[in-house]
């Protein structure tokens, strides 16, 4: 892990690109390991953090706001933006957003501060619903974001990494999720699978969309295998999105604790009288 220096003496640690994929079991949920111990409040490490985050939350969406890729589900790409941020460059893809999600989700997580982490990745979480609403969709990087924000958000909902079963910092003596938050991240998550859902049955992919063959997916088991002459036709495409769907914070979901609506993928079950 390599550190970027940041004004008045502050570190972010950057993850190294094989911190992420260090083991063939690793999956593309995976996120770098937090430190330590949690910033100390007020200090100069915490004032830094929070500095970076803003700055970069901020310009992230700056760049959607200015983005060139036409809108999603009818939605109108607010053309005031450009006249009101000259030096912010529009996101041109999916891919390019969900790089720069992906970035500052690490940074966020790395921090190991529950009271930083949540409401940050709420934001972001808000923000990448609005991106999957508002942009054509890149399966293969939507759902590796979703995934990744799944995890954090289970991860701190129970006090330990999901995947790992290590203890969080910051959670030695509390749990450290109000419940205004939970509340927050459930509407979220429900907001977010229907997004997702409309984006896909609309059939608008980014142009910068590249499927994954077998042989990736077998090095990453997180990804799509689409086969055949047209990659964005077939039932098995569709059938994979369905479960793609489906898995939408799913673990999410489990930690808050009561089953939500599951968005209508095409099964239909009849009620019992």
């Known amino acids: 892990m390599s550190v970027s220096p940041l004004p008045s003496g502050g570190f972010i640690p950057t993850p190294a690109p094989s911190s992420t994929t260090t083991s063939a079991t690793s999956t593309r949920s995976a996120l770098p390991h937090p430190r330590s111990q949690p910033l100390r409040p007020g200090g100069s490490k915490e004032s830094a953090f929070i500095r970076y985050v803003d700055d970069h939350l901020l310009k992230i969406q700056r760049r959607f706001a200015k983005r060139t890729t036409p809108a999603a589900n009818g939605q109108d790409i607010e053309r005031d933006a450009s006249t009101i941020w000259d030096d912010v460059q529009g996101y041109e893809s999916m891919r390019e957003a969900c790089k720069d999600v992906d970035e500052l989700l690490s940074v966020i997580w790395i921090s190991g501060t529950p009271s ?15 991106m999957v609403a508002g942009m054509p969709a890149n399966p293969r990087q939507m759902f590796r974001v979703l995934e990744k924000l799944d995890h ?3 991860s701190l909902l129970q006090g330990r990494d999901v995947d790992s079963g290590e203890r969080l910092p910051g959670f ?4 450290g999720v109000s419940g205004t938050e939970k509340v927050r991240v459930r509407s979220l998550v429900e907001r977010t699978r229907r997004s997702v859902m409309e984006s896909l049955k609309s059939g608008e992919l980014d142009d910068m969309y590249e499927p994954e063959t077998e042989a990736e997916d077998s090095e990453d088991d997180g990804g799509l295998i689409l086969d055949g002459d047209n990659p964005y036709a077939g039932r098995e495409l569709e059938e994979t999105w369905e479960m793609q769907i489906a898995r939408v914070y799913d673990r999410t979901v489990v930690e808050l604790g009561e089953s939500l609506e599951a968005p209508n993928i095409g099964i239909i079950t009849e009620g019992r009288g």
């Open 116 to 130: 930083l982490q949540m409401p940050y990745l709420i934001n972001l979480a808000a923000f990448v619903t609005d």
């Open 152 to 154: 954090a958000f289970a």
């Open 172 to 175: 030695e003596n509390r749990r």
